[in-house]
Every structure is written in C-alpha cells, then in structure tokens.
C-alpha cells in the first residue's frame, strides 16, 4: 500500500480525521479485504458460513480473574473453553484437532500485576505445536523479556497484548500497571523475536480519545505485526455497565489515526464492538474507507458494499489477528 500524502500529526485535531474518510487516500490499490469469522461464533451470510470447529479459544483460569478490570470482572472468560491445567489444555487441543481444526487463541485472567500464568503451560504449549501442528496465539498480558523468550522458543506463533495509554484511564479500569509497563511489554516481545499483534480499545474514556491516541503513540515505539482496532463494549453486571459505547465515528477516527501513523502495517477491526445492525455496518463502512485490511464478522451489508465497490475479498474462519500473515500489501 502506497503511504498517504499526509503523516500522522500526533497532536492533531482529533474530528480532522474523519475528513479523510471518502476521499480514497486510505485506501489501498487494487482494494483487497479479508473478512474473518472464526468458528467460535456462529455466523451465516448469502455469502459465507463458517467452517466449524476450525478457532477455539483457552482460558487457562477459567473464568477467574484476579486483576478484575472494571470493563470486564472476567465475564468475556465466560465464553471461552476453561482448560485449567497443562492436562486439560492439551486434551483440549487434541480434541480441536480431531474435530478439523486448524489454531487455538490461550488467554485467562491476569493476575492482579496484569500477568497471565502462563508458565506451568508452556512445555505443554510447545507439546501441541509439536504434536498437533496447531496454529496458537496467546493473548499475554504484561510480559516480561525471560517469558516473551520462552513462548518464542515454545513455537508460539503471535502474542496478542491489550495496550491502554492513559494513567487515568487504567486507574478507571482498576489496573495496577502502568503505561510504562506496556512498553516494557512491547519491547520484550520485539526483542524476542514473537510475532505480536496489540490491541487498541476504543471508548473507555467518552469524553476525549487521548487514552486511543497516547496507547497508538506507545505502539509505534515498535513494529507489531498488525493492529487490531475493537471498542467498548458494555457488560451487564460489571462497574461500567452504564456506560454508553463508543459511535461509528469515534471508532473510525481511531481507524483513520491507525491507518495514517502505520501506513504499512495490516490494520483489523476487531470482533469486540457494538452490534447494533445500524451502528455495526456504518462503523465497519467507515472501516472500509479507512483502509483496514481485515474486518471481523462482517454484517451482509458491509459485505455487498465491499462487492459494489470492487474490493477484492477474502474469507476465513479463523481469528482476525491473523492478518498479521495474510498480508495485504
């Protein structure tokens, strides 16, 4: 993808980035997009079914979380495959593999340092990769440079990090760690040779998109593989409840920011983000003119605007992040 003819000003006025939008700068040429449904949710269009069995995800806590955050208390765990012991995640990827399937994401809650336990599972990470020839992406955490070697050398094949870039908005969130921890984090990953994909949250704050803008300004003291882009999403039951989600447009402004700071790293929009059908496809249009390189479950809508526009599109039932290899440029 050519880079546009604009840089990124960091301290640019926020609502100028959604002038871009429309105008093609974007945008790649030829327009490809590959669209990811993984077979943890069930997802049916005129135009694509998903293979079943193909993705699991592993929480290797359960639905325990002892860093507890505000957005989540360990409810997303919920629905994930608890696999608590190195006995149990392997019978569970053995059982994956039985069933024709191709990769596995392993999370779990943090511990209250924003860790994830993952040492006792290591040497069984590396069985299944041995093994099983499974494709595994671990979603880490904190980490530090010893741990990040570790899942290197375990044959791991992409970290997946949550970044925050405000002191405010990690306080908000009952997090313990501070920015200067997820650049610690982002640098041992780097150093370690680990492909890594971080992930952006957009809407903590409603106010401003500073905790989006210093979080994107963090990540660009690295090369990651790709960036996955998702949005809050309100939780029943958890502190921040209440609170109302993020609108297309702010979604597409950390979009557009991502896409003008990172010209040519892969870009996906996440599976997390509000559903609405109406919110749903205009968000995911304004991705498309964004010039994101990968959308997760994309409404039939999205999919026939992308027809009508003559993008190039490519399926899969596999996790959006994996984008980091079917490289669009």
């Not at 945008?27 to 005129?46: A, C, D, E, G, L």
């Not at 511990?111 to 990769?129: A, H, M, R, S, V």
């Not at 494709?135 to 970044?163: M, P, R, S």
Request: contains cysteine.
């Amino acid at each position: 993808m050519p880079e546009p003819n604009c840089k990124f000003d960091w301290e640019n006025n926020p609502n100028k980035l959604l002038d871009y939008l429309e105008s093609g700068v974007l945008v790649s040429n030829p327009k490809k997009i590959h669209f990811y449904v993984p077979s943890f949710t069930h997802f049916k269009t005129k135009y694509y079914t998903t293979l079943q069995n193909r993705f699991q995800t592993f929480s290797i806590t359960g639905n325990r979380c002892a860093q507890n955050c505000a957005h989540c208390e360990g409810k997303i765990l919920g629905t994930m495959q608890p696999t608590t012991t190195p006995k149990k995640l392997f019978e569970g990827a053995l059982k994956l593999k039985q069933d024709g399937g191709t990769g596995c994401l392993i999370s779990g809650g943090c511990l209250q340092d924003g860790t994830l336990p993952i040492k006792q599972f290591i040497p069984t990470i590396y069985k299944i990769k041995n093994e099983l020839d499974l494709t595994v992406f671990v979603h880490t955490g904190i980490i530090d440079l010893e741990t990040a070697k570790k899942l290197k050398k375990a044959k791991v094949d992409l970290a997946l990090i949550d970044v925050f870039g405000s002191e405010e908005i990690l306080k908000k969130l009952d997090i313990k760690s501070g920015t200067k921890e997820y650049i610690k984090s982002l640098k041992a990953l780097q150093k370690s040779g680990l492909d890594f994909v971080p992930h952006v949250i957009v809407g903590l704050n409603k106010e401003k998109i500073t905790n989006e803008l210093n979080a994107l300004k963090i990540i660009s003291l690295t090369k990651p593989s790709a960036i996955v882009i998702i949005a809050f999403v309100p939780i029943q039951g958890t502190k921040m409840a209440h609170m109302q989600q993020p609108s297309p447009e702010e979604i597409a402004k950390i979009l557009v920011a991502t896409r003008l700071a990172f010209p040519k790293t892969s870009i996906a929009l996440g599976c997390m983000r509000p559903k609405s059908k109406d919110q749903k496809t205009t968000t995911e249009t304004y991705a498309l003119q964004a010039g994101v390189t990968a959308i997760a479950f994309p409404s039939e809508e999205t999919i026939k605007y992308a027809k009508t526009n003559s993008f190039k599109i490519i399926f899969s039932s596999d996790c959006c992040a994996q984008i980091y290899l079917d490289r669009v440029y």
